[in-house]
């Protein structure tokens, strides 16, 4: 069975500009995850959504993120404007019935703002 | 204080040793629990779970739960340098509006040969 997909692998940017994270959870799932790593914070939590809709958006840093799941197989991040400060490794995660069940993790995203 | 806690590291163990992974969690009413690994430039890969007080062994990896002192253990018997990682604990914690996963900020292991 497929995994969690992620795209792009790697983005690099300038300041200022729109970045698009995406993300396809494992079918079946219905919770997904959003994260961001960073070596001073670790892997924090930005937002997940349960059967497509948000639940906790207490993560995400501010107005310029903002987190959709249109439907069950896709979901996206955007940062707008993008600033330096927002690189990191954004991970999507998906799991069966919520936080009792264990994250499965995409391979990540690593952006980098210049 | 943090909601959950790992000692950074480095751990360096020797292979063939057992390597003891240690971690706290602030919320008693925490459920569930996780320890991940993750390989430098790669994504949290899942090790074990554990929901209830005692051991939970898989292969060379034990799980150890303790609620009443809120400390989660994981040991890795006969090393592999191939263990060398960081590895994260994870527990579910409330917000009072939500549940969530909390990561530890993960304890470095190194496998020396």
């Known amino acids: 069975d497929a995994g969690v997909i992620q795209s792009p692998r790697h983005e690099v940017t300038e300041m200022g500009q729109e970045v698009t994270l995406r993300c396809k959870p494992i079918?079946?799932?219905?919770?997904l995850f959003w994260y961001r790593q960073t070596m001073m914070r670790g892997l924090e939590l930005l937002i997940y959504f349960n059967n497509n809709v948000p639940i906790d958006d207490s993560g995400m840093p501010e107005d310029r993120f903002s987190a959709k799941m249109p439907n069950a197989s896709f979901s996206t991040l955007k940062i707008q404007p993008s600033e330096p400060r927002d690189s990191a490794v954004y991970f999507c995660a998906s799991s069966l019935a919520g936080l009792v069940q264990p994250q499965h993790f995409g391979d990540g995203t690593r952006l980098s703002i210049l | 204080q943090k909601e959950v806690e790992q000692n950074s590291g480095p751990l360096s163990v020797p292979e063939g040793a057992i390597a003891s992974l240690n971690c706290t969690y602030s919320?008693?009413?925490?459920?569930?629990f996780f320890w991940y690994r993750q390989y430098s430039g790669k994504s949290p890969e899942l090790i074990m779970s554990i929901y209830s007080n005692g051991d939970k062994e898989d292969g060379r990896f034990t799980a150890q739960l303790n609620k009443a002192s809120q400390y989660v253990s994981l040991l890795i018997r006969d090393s592999q340098p191939s263990d060398s990682a960081t590895y994260l604990c994870a527990v579910n914690t409330y917000t009072g509006t939500a549940s969530k996963l909390t990561f530890g900020t993960g304890t470095r292991l190194q496998v020396t040969l």
């Open positions: 919320d008693r009413g925490s459920q569930s």
């Open positions: 079918s079946g799932h219905d919770y």
